[in-house]
């Protein structure tokens, strides 16, 4: 939309990218960002010192300025309009909830899930181990038995791998120069010990 001017810029978009100003939320909030625009820019003020200077220019001067204001309105609406288009994406209304309700949908997505199926037989292909069809539930439930088992007899000594593994750490970091690492490695010790 030109106010004045004479380049005449048009803006053909698919129905589906078009702005649905059918919804108020939609409308009060392109609004609303428009006039932020506007008012942070000073697009008003600029076409009144225009207005009060246009005697001393010529028309072509006048047509140039006038051009560039249209296209920084021009810019202030796609801004808006883009702006709208971010807060009122998707279906559902953005909540912990439906989030957690997308998140499960996509999951669930064929796609997705023959992504996770093809990286899975990838990663066990390199590390040289059964795919994971070719193991049996009994097998499945011993390992994760075994699993468990593992967990509970590394559970009470666990800070004292975690201060053995940083401190190991921190030596090789001095051993390489590295101070600052050592450093850091030597506080997060410090921080352990509290």
Do not use: W
Not at 35 to 54: A, C, F, G, V, W
Not at 128 to 147: G, H, M, N
Not at 162 to 172: A, G, L, P, V
């Amino acid at each position: 939309v030109q106010l004045l001017g004479l380049e005449y810029s048009q803006l053909v978009r698919l129905p589906s990218r078009k702005l649905q100003a059918k919804r108020y939320r939609i409308r009060k909030a392109y609004n609303k960002s428009l006039r932020d625009n506007i008012r942070r820019h000073k697009l008003t003020e600029k076409y009144q010192s225009l207005y009060q200077r246009h005697h001393t220019m010529t028309d072509s001067e006048i047509s140039l300025e006038i051009n560039k204001l249209d296209k920084l309105k021009m810019e202030f609406m796609r801004c808006a309009e883009s702006k709208c288009k971010k807060k009122c994406a998707g279906k559902l209304p953005c909540s912990p909830k439906n989030t957690e309700t997308q998140s499960q949908s996509s999951a669930c997505d064929p796609r997705n899930l023959f992504q996770a199926c093809t990286r899975l037989s990838r990663d066990c292909t390199q590390m040289q181990i059964l795919q994971p069809q070719d193991y049996s539930l009994a097998v499945v439930d011993a390992r994760i038995l075994s699993i468990k088992d593992q967990i509970e007899l590394i559970k009470p000594i666990t800070p004292e791998l975690q201060t053995s593994h940083i401190s190991s750490k921190r030596d090789e970091a001095l051993e390489a120069g590295n101070k600052k690492k050592a450093q850091e490695l030597t506080n997060m010790l410090e921080r352990e010990e509290l």
